[in-house]
């Protein structure tokens, strides 16, 4: 089967049991500060799951592209991934328990055609503020399931959530295929991580929400959120070892293969272990920059993980002897490969190869500095001791080494790190920048005076015109405006000439000249999309979003407000163009308000 076919049965499966089908968000999610990237499809759904009634309707299915990088040190197994995708569906205050359980199960062994006795199952099986899961336990059981495939484990083990910080959660059951390698011992089961059992699927049952307080509050409302992996569902139905088998990974193993020159079928440990690892982050770096919301590496949050990301896939090809341009070869066959399915990359491929051709030219020349004071402070030390955080902090962020690459080249003279010191040093800086994040939000459209709200007509004009000008690449990636100024950044990889900048101005003030009036229209996200319009295309399905459209110059999902015609800005002009981040520009200009 294809991951093509798997993706569809899923779909039609729940849509035949009244589901509709909702889309995959980004990665990065929209206006939360509680996680960097979306690790669940239930993530999207958050508000809906809290009460809010979802546009959809009560029963929802999708496949979500995700990432997770508490897995990261497991990536290399044979099941482990830090980008995947997630297959869920949902019930908000619909079904429950028992009818969630069955639509499970039947999906599993009659669309998918897995043997029922090769599943098993874990409950919650309670503690002192929540009893055991007996309802799950019955509707197993009805299902025909012997009680030694259902396993009670404790809530380290089955229960789920919330996502972030707080949010909804509950109590789960998780779905394991039984591979039929032998038990590692008598207290094998599926909990226990020796490779016989395979999670594919957790179900939740979400009656709880956790507050700020870290308290558990029974919600007045019952949803259900299942995630079922689609790469190991993949590996199983077509009885691969692993998912790196599957024909999500196999291409990407093969180009490696052809650009290392190092074979990987009749590999060594090692070797199978860098190509898996080069595999599963080449993914999510891609992914991560092929998403619509271009992040570029950095030192600071989701930048942050990419570049961690990035630069582990480049000690490795370095172990296996190649590394020049060879991500933006791999990164070509993932887009290839996924492009029909998640479009967005093949919008931003360009970007996509850029910032790796980038990312690789800073690294290199960093990493050759910082290898001299790293072997310089590592040469005066002796096996045993231990390197302090703060000295590991500065090699992170004077030379970009992340730390296991600190710990790696320490190891290898059997020093250690001390990780809770460059911890703590880590979270001060993140502080840092996230008090300059709050800041800079404070100082965004706050007081919605009507110089504001010009501005802020401006800004569009201003984006539809870079866009015009620099490409499609060009993004919105950040705005703040006083009553004096405007500021955007955008995603551009170099100074732009005088010619551009000239050019730009002058399509904003023939916009303004024109003296068109703002439309606003509200309509659906695919309406919106369907017109043409750019903006944050996020979790809100099938919801109404405003449209602010100025003629042929600006159509952009926003939430207002604007000037009433393009003809009130009078007259536009930009004051300094400079560079903000990696990959990022920005603008600072005025209008005349007379
Ligand atoms: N939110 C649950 C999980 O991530 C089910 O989707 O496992």
Redesign the pocket.
């Known amino acids: 089967m294809k991951s093509k076919e798997l993706r569809q049965l899923y779909i039609d499966y729940f849509k035949k049991q009244n589901h509709k089908e909702i889309y995959s968000a980004s990665l990065i999610p929209e206006n939360d500060p509680s996680v960097l990237f979306t690790t669940?499809?239930?993530h999207p759904l958050v508000p809906y799951l809290l009460g809010e009634e979802h546009p959809s309707g009560r029963r929802l299915v999708d496949f979500q592209k995700c990432l997770r990088t508490g897995d990261i040190d497991e990536v290399g197994d044979s099941i482990h991934l830090t980008f995947f995708e997630?297959m869920?569906n949902w019930s908000l205050n619909d079904y429950f328990k028992e009818e969630s359980i069955e639509m499970s199960h039947r999906f599993l062994t009659e669309e998918l055609g897995i043997p029922q006795d090769k599943i098993s199952v874990s409950v919650f099986g309670g503690d002192d503020e929540v009893p055991r899961d007996m309802a799950t336990f019955n509707a197993w059981r009805k299902l025909g399931y012997p009680e030694e495939r259902i396993h009670f484990y404790t809530r380290k083990e089955n229960w789920?959530?919330p996502a972030g910080e707080t949010g909804p959660c509950g109590p789960d059951t998780e779905i394991f295929y039984d591979t039929g390698k032998p038990a590692c011992g008598p207290d094998c089961g599926p909990a226990c991580n020796c490779g016989k059992y395979v999670e594919m699927w957790?179900n939740?049952f979400m009656e709880y929400n956790k507050t700020k307080d870290g308290v558990y509050e029974k919600m007045s409302i019952h949803n259900v959120?299942?995630?079922l992996g689609l790469e190991r569902v993949l590996a199983i139905v077509n009885k691969e070892e692993s998912i790196y088998d599957t024909e999500l990974f196999r291409p990407i193993i093969n180009k490696i293969s052809e650009l290392t020159k190092v074979s990987y079928d009749d590999a060594d440990e090692d070797t199978i272990f860098a190509f898996r690892v080069i595999a599963d982050h080449m993914r999510a770096a891609t992914f991560i920059l092929g998403d619509d919301k271009a992040v570029t590496p950095s030192n600071v949050d989701q930048g942050y993980v990419l570049r961690r990301i990035i630069r582990r896939v480049m000690r490795y090809l370095k172990k296996l002897g190649t590394c020049d341009g060879v991500m933006v070869e791999i990164a070509k066959v993932i887009v290839e490969n996924y492009s029909e399915i998640y479009p967005e990359l093949k919008r931003n491929e360009q970007f996509i190869y850029d910032q790796l051709t980038k990312e690789e030219v800073t690294f290199n020349r960093t990493l050759d500095q910082g290898m001299k004071v790293a072997a310089k402070i590592l040469d005066k030390m002796s096996v045993g001791e231990v390197l302090d955080g703060v000295t590991a902090f500065r090699l992170y962020d004077t030379f970009g080494f992340p730390l296991e690459f600190t710990q790696e080249v320490a190891g290898e003279k059997g020093i250690s790190v001390d990780v809770e010191g460059f911890d703590k040093c880590f979270k001060e800086h993140q502080e840092k920048s996230r008090a300059g994040a709050e800041k800079k939000f404070k100082g965004g459209l706050a007081d919605a005076s009507a110089e504001t709200a010009r501005l802020h007509t401006a800004t569009h004009l201003l984006n539809g015109a870079l866009r015009k000008i620099l490409g499609d690449g060009v993004y919105q990636k950040g705005s703040n405006i006083t009553a004096e100024r405007l500021r955007f950044d955008f995603s551009f990889d170099r100074k732009m000439t005088a010619e551009e900048i000239k050019a730009v101005t002058d399509i904003v003030n023939e916009a303004i000249r024109k003296d068109i009036p703002v439309v606003c229209e509200e309509m659906t996200v695919d309406e919106a999309k369907a017109a043409g319009a750019i903006g944050v295309f996020g979790d809100k399905y099938g919801e109404k979003v405003k449209v602010y459209t100025m003629g042929e110059y600006s159509k952009e999902i926003c939430g207002g407000p604007h000037a009433e015609r393009t003809g009130d800005l009078k007259c536009f002009k930009i004051q300094k163009e400079s560079s903000s981040s990696a990959g990022v520009r920005r603008i600072k200009a005025v209008i005349d308000f007379e």
Do not use: R
């Open positions: 669940a499809g239930m997630m869920g789920w959530g957790n939740v959120d299942t995630g």
